[in-house]
């Protein structure tokens, strides 16, 4: 159980292009769903936090517009990078969260602006 | 600022050794305290995870020890395996189930 998935797992696309990214659970309902970014051979970074229906909170420094963030359901989160250029390339990897504390992560989708 | 500071950066053991990771934290507020486990081009996996109330915790070859006062916590991976060659993150949420990571550690096991 607690299974999450991303698609695509890999994008590669032009600077200035729109890219979505799709993280869903697939056996349980998130009442949170979260978004990291990770960095090669660096932790991982909090973006931002959406609960189903209501609008995403975003960490300092994370630009609202850039990053859009939508929580369509309690089963589907989506991020869009949008205007994306090559410093935007890195891995991003979503994580949701049931009614406890444990958080289970997708298996990332790597982003390369070109 | 890094609310959680991790360490080592690496290690590297003999299969049947006992890597060790270190984890610190300020924030009183922090309440669970979970390990990831990440191998390259992988999202982190949840190993084990603890509360303060609780000084240890096993489950199965993974060991949490959390001394409170001491606002730390480690990670024991007994008689390991090269397979559990990868990068180990800890990290620590309070009331809003945010997670602030450590810098990770990567541990290699030598056949």
């Known amino acids: 159980g607690a299974v999450v998935s991303q698609h695509p797992s890999w994008v590669i696309c032009k600077s200035g292009t729109s890219v979505k990214i799709e993280c869903r659970s697939l056996?349980?309902?998130?009442?949170?769903m979260f978004w990291y970014r990770q960095f090669p051979k660096q932790s991982l970074m909090l973006m931002a936090t959406?609960?189903?229906?209501?609008?995403?909170?975003?960490e300092q420094g994370v630009e609202k517009d850039k990053f859009l963030i939508n929580h369509a359901s309690l089963t589907l989160s989506t991020l869009t990078v949008t205007s994306a250029h090559p410093e935007d390339s890195s891995f991003y990897i979503c994580?949701?969260?049931?009614?406890?504390?444990?958080?289970?992560f997708g298996p990332g989708t790597r982003l390369t602006v070109t | 600022q890094q609310q959680v500071k991790q360490s080592p950066q690496s290690l590297i053991v003999q299969k049947g050794g006992i890597p060790i990771i270190n984890c610190a934290y300020e924030?009183?507020?922090?309440?669970?305290f979970p390990w990831y486990q990440q191998f390259p081009g992988k999202g982190p996996a949840l190993l084990i995870a603890?509360?303060?109330?609780?000084s240890e915790k096993k489950e199965g070859r993974f060991t949490i020890s959390f001394n409170k006062s001491a606002k730390q916590f480690s990670l024991h991976i007994m008689d390991s395996q090269p397979g559990d060659s990868a990068t180990y993150f800890c990290?620590?949420?309070?009331?809003?189930?945010?997670?602030?990571f450590g810098a990770g550690t990567t541990v290699t096991v030598r056949a």
């Open positions: 994580s949701a969260r049931g009614g406890g504390d444990e958080q289970y």
């Open positions: 056996d349980f309902q998130a009442t949170t």
């Open positions: 959406s609960n189903e229906g209501s609008k995403a909170t975003y």
């Open positions: 924030n009183t507020a922090f309440d669970y």
């Open positions: 603890i509360r303060p109330d609780v």
């Open positions: 990290a620590a949420s309070g009331y809003d189930y945010k997670l602030s």
